[in-house]
């Protein structure tokens, strides 16, 4: 009997190899390949106006010393805006190597190749760029007030502008009883995976073929990038994501400039070339995300029911837009949460910056949402003194509503429609882990200790497993062997294991047989990528139909050896048999020798499948017309819309009284991503998740100063958390499975990091008994706000309200 | 400027995983590069090469050391050891087994790191409290996994490490 794999917390397949030092990463690739460093720009605005390479060209070791006017053909123009979008008025990218002029320190500029990288440095150092400045425009209001510009033809650096309206706001906003306007900012912080981007280009010049290994979340994507940029033929490039340490996002991004150059000079110097990303370019030239200033406005009834909600935001896209406004468009709609606005009107604009360039990073827009709809949720609670958990159940879609159409276009273009989800339950869920009830009991003993304590909530709902699809192949080899291969890449999360789990289910064949292909573009030539936790719905889903083809084909050629009905047939551990008559069986490696009538006896299962050699129908071709050799299957999963995961985290909270330092005391997690292929994953996702919230809720930030130089720019200085300082993390869960897909599942990757910096607020500004409306906030910031509250005499700074009888 | 004598090369013999090897470098070469690239050892990971996050951390005589703060002339004479030295994929060692077992991991990439780290301390604390732990990897970074499932690992490598001592078993 072969165990079900599906929904239990099996080990994971890829561990034994990355334990012990047996890894593949892209810069554990390539020992004999050149090395690329490149001179990037100091400055956040200038024009080139003379670049000298003389000082780098003698230095020995030095290959090639490459600058914009050796770029030939495509490589040469500027980088593709990979998601066009109506709403995009003016969409600027960047050139490979920059030409003219720089729009943020880190712009490459010049690529030198050497012998190894600590020449290709030396060589790199004395190269001498000459500029004339430019002003530089950082920080969102600077670039909102327009008197500078980042691009001469973006007027009043705006990117992208777009509006959107679900009913009638103005009338509904005027007819409340209350409104709340709120002021909120949100810095930036950064994906930070723990291994930097790298590229690895190997050119066949024999074969006329590019071999690209990069530490992308979407080697498909990289691989028709560089077709394109370098006039190849598709087939006769292939890219392939290895062993991957950390993406979050910043990885999905493609090309990166060096995706196109690294290749580039791979064929130019008919050598193997090779970049590996140091942490200070990853921090200058690599993207970051979050920053949005943010003014909402609500209408609401004396119950605390929403009538209206107007939200305005201003999204900092930095120097280039190469990925559109997916980020601003995910904030705009996923800010809804599990609620009902009744009336909603959202308008943004996408901004530019002398900083570098913005694309998702786990969350993806959805953290900045969470945090304007839920300090909103707190506002009217404080405004009305009522509970605000109280407040959020009110609001709530009810699950008998379910699905439910918000109205709006999701990124994808596709509409807001949740597919499922039960939002009191997971409330219900979290206030019992939480103990919700009991904590003003808490909060009093404490107070009378001298203590500050407070607690924090955050509720969220999390488009997830967005198409346009996935590809699964199943491939069953004469030993038994089950090979799948998906597109997707992976970064950690665990795919090689998910993946077989859910095959070995189908197939009916132990784990250990099955091995997981990802992100291989020679396995699996279409494919999207890895982001919006797309991973287990979209390739989950694609696995197993192709699973479910084999099986098919499997039972079909086994019907016919054992002249028995498919109906008649089970497949365990392997072997096809007969339901109650066990010995009339086959092996499923017997069957991947039968289904191919070339049957060359290399091996066991090939001398076995002879005893089911019958007589053949001489009319009849070897191969059926409408079928194939071997014992393999293929199939898309392409869903019409997104799935959609949710959760609700809550969090205590102690400031200190005299040194305003925060410390999370409990920190716990309901969340509902439909059915789970392996709990164990799951619950480290959320772990995870969780801790890149708290660094961007208490810790991280990218301090530029004015002239837009970013002055923590390493791990000395941006804050990351340690052990030290991510708290336990108490989970529980929810199971409603996706009724959009065959597996119900909805996906995980991303739902720990959204409502963190929401729920971490909340807690904070219950402990003080003022309002916070900016985050991250660290200790020094939250002592100046108790200064500040002090002299005003605790009244709040940045939240103007009305009622019916003030109006 | 500076100028560099890029012609100066010095030896260095030392041991790695119990191996001698002895090699010509420039004075320069981190001791992190000269693992990965001269000796081709790709288990030591490089995540900032400038000391904070501890992906590089080998065992030079038994104690954890960022080997990207490291020469590798500077290593003339020590014993290192990295991850690959502390089991293999069929006879794991009792850190390398904890991680797998606890979920210890996702990427892997900071892993080594933190694998060195922690065969190094529950050699000094064969019995460490849940609060030992965490303090005992609190000097290395990891963004995938929120630490929880590594702090359980260090519980359970330091189990199976006295478990392998009562049996009489081999501790690495």
């Known amino acids: 009997m072969t165990t079900r794999q599906f929904g239990a917390p099996v080990k994971r397949k890829e561990d034994p190899r990355l334990v012990t030092g047996n890894g593949r990463y892209v810069d554990d690739l390539g020992h004999d390949a050149w090395e690329a460093a490149f001179v990037r720009s100091p400055h956040a605005h200038a024009r080139i ?124 906003m005027a007819a409340a009883p209350h409104t709340l306007t709120l002021d909120l900012e949100i810095e930036r912080s950064a994906c930070m995976p723990m291994e930097g981007k790298g590229v690895h280009a190997h050119w066949d010049s024999d074969e006329q073929r590019m071999r690209i290994h990069s530490s992308t979340q979407t080697s498909t994507g990289v691989r028709a990038a560089v077709a394109a940029k370098l006039e190849l033929p598709l087939a006769q490039v292939e890219c392939i994501a290895p062993d991957v340490g950390g993406g979050f996002g910043v990885k999905i991004m493609h090309p990166w400039p060096e995706e196109v150059l690294v290749p580039w000079a791979a064929r130019r110097l008919d050598h193997d070339v090779k970049w590996t990303e140091d942490r200070r370019e990853h921090f200058t030239s690599s993207a970051h995300e979050r920053g949005q200033l943010q003014k909402v406005t609500v209408g609401f009834d004396d119950d605390g029911r929403l009538l209206a909600l107007d939200v305005k935001f201003w999204h900092d896209n930095g120097a280039y837009l190469p990925y559109g406004v997916i980020v601003p468009i995910i904030t705009a709609t996923q800010l809804l949460g599990p609620y009902k606005p009744q009336n909603y009107r959202v308008e943004f604009w996408s901004m530019y910056t002398n900083t570098v360039l913005v694309t998702p990073y786990r969350g993806a827009g959805r953290p900045q949402g969470c945090y304007a709809m839920e300090r909103t949720m707190d506002a009217i609670a404080a405004e009305l003194g009522i509970d605000r958990a109280e407040v959020r159940s009110r609001n709530f879609i009810q699950p008998e509503e379910m699905p439910y159409d918000q109205g709006l276009l999701f990124q994808d273009g596709r509409p807001l429609k949740y597919d499922s989800g039960d939002f009191p339950a997971s409330l219900a869920k979290l206030k019992a882990l939480v103990g919700w009830d009991d904590f003003a009991a808490y909060k009093k003993e404490a107070e009378a200790q001298g203590r500050k304590v407070g607690l924090g909530i955050g509720c969220y709902v999390e488009g997830t497993g967005v198409g346009p699809y996935e590809g699964g192949h199943v491939h069953v080899e004469t030993s038994g062997r089950v090979n799948v291969a998906t597109g997707l890449t992976t970064q950690g999360q665990g795919h090689q294991t998910i993946l077989a789990q859910i095959v070995a289910d189908e197939l009916g064949v132990s784990i250990d047989d099955v091995h997981v292909t990802t992100g291989d573009t020679r396995r699996m030539p279409y494919a999207v990528g890895t982001f919006a936790s797309r991973g287990a719905v979209m390739s989950g889903n694609a696995v197993a139909l192709a699973a479910r083809a084999v099986r098919a084909k499997a039972l079909r050629i086994a019907a016919d050896a054992l002249e028995v009905s498919e109906d008649d047939l089970q497949i365990e551990d392997g072997t096809i048999s007969v339901k109650g008559a066990p010995n009339a069986s086959i092996a499923l490696s017997t069957v991947a020798v039968m289904s191919n009538p070339l049957r060359y006896a290399f091996d066991e299962s090939a001398k076995a499948a002879t005893q089911f050699a019958g007589a053949f129908d001489p009319d009849k071709p070897p191969v059926a017309d409408d079928d194939e050799p071997g014992l393999e299957g293929k199939d898309f999963y392409s869903p019409t819309q997104a799935t959609f995961a949710n959760g609700m985290h809550a969090a205590i909270v102690e400031t200190d009284p005299v040194t305003a330092e925060i410390r999370i005391l409990r920190y716990c997690v309901i969340h509902d991503c439909g059915t789970v292929v392996n709990p164990m994953i799951v619950e480290g996702q959320v772990h995870g998740g969780v801790a890149q919230g708290i660094g961007g809720a208490l810790y991280e930030r990218m301090v530029y100063d004015e002239s837009g130089q970013l002055l923590n720019a390493s791990f000395m200085d941006f804050l990351m958390p340690y052990a030290s300082e991510v708290p336990h993390i108490e989970t529980d869960h929810l199971e409603t499975p996706s009724p959009l897909n065959p597996l119900g599942i909805k996906g995980a990757g991303e739902a720990g990091t959204i409502p963190v910096t929401a729920v971490i607020a909340s807690a904070i500004e219950d402990a003080e008994g003022f309002p916070i409306r900016s985050m991250p906030i660290s200790p020094t910031e939250l002592w100046d706000l108790r200064r500040q509250h002090a002299h005003a005499g605790a009244s709040p700074t940045s939240q103007t309200s009305t009622t019916e009888e003030s109006a | 400027m500076t100028t560099i004598d890029e012609t100066l090369r010095v030896p260095v013999t030392l041991t790695v995983n119990g191996v001698a090897h002895t090699r010509t470098v420039e004075p320069r070469r981190l001791l992190s590069d000269f693992l990965r690239h001269d000796l081709r050892l790709t288990g030591t990971h490089v995540g900032c090469e400038h000391g904070v996050c501890g992906a590089c951390t080998v065992l030079v005589d038994g104690d954890p050391m960022r080997s990207c703060l490291m020469f590798a002339v500077s290593a003339q004479g020590h014993e290192i050891t990295t991850t690959e030295g502390l089991g293999t994929q069929e006879d794991m060692g009792p850190v390398q087994q904890a991680f797998v077992e606890c979920h210890g991991l996702q990427c892997g990439f900071c892993t080594p790191g933190f694998i060195t780290t922690i065969t190094a301390f529950i050699e000094e604390n064969p019995d460490p409290t849940e609060a030992e732990a965490r303090e005992a990897i609190s000097g290395n970074l990891c963004r995938c996994t929120g630490y929880q499932n590594i702090c359980k690992a260090v519980l359970r490598a330091a189990e199976i490490r006295r478990q392998g001592a009562t049996e009489g078993g081999d501790v690495p």
Do not use: C, W
């Open chain 1, 49 to 172: 106006v003379d670049i000298d390479v003389d000082g780098a060209v003698d230095v020995d070791g030095v290959i090639a010393v490459f600058t914009h006017e050796d770029l030939d053909g495509p490589a040469g123009d500027r980088l593709p805006l990979l998601i066009p979008h109506p709403s995009i008025e003016a969409g600027r990218t960047g050139y490979a190597l920059a030409k003219d002029e720089v729009n943020h320190v880190g712009e490459a500029i010049v690529m030198v190749v050497a012998r190894d990288r600590y020449i290709a440095e030396d060589a790199a150092q004395r190269i001498v760029v000459t500029y004339e400045f430019l002003t530089p425009v950082v920080g969102i209001a600077t670039s909102r007030d327009g008197s500078d510009l980042v691009h001469d033809d973006a007027p009043g650096n705006v990117a992208a502008h777009l509006l959107q309206e679900v009913g009638n706001v103005e009338p509904a």
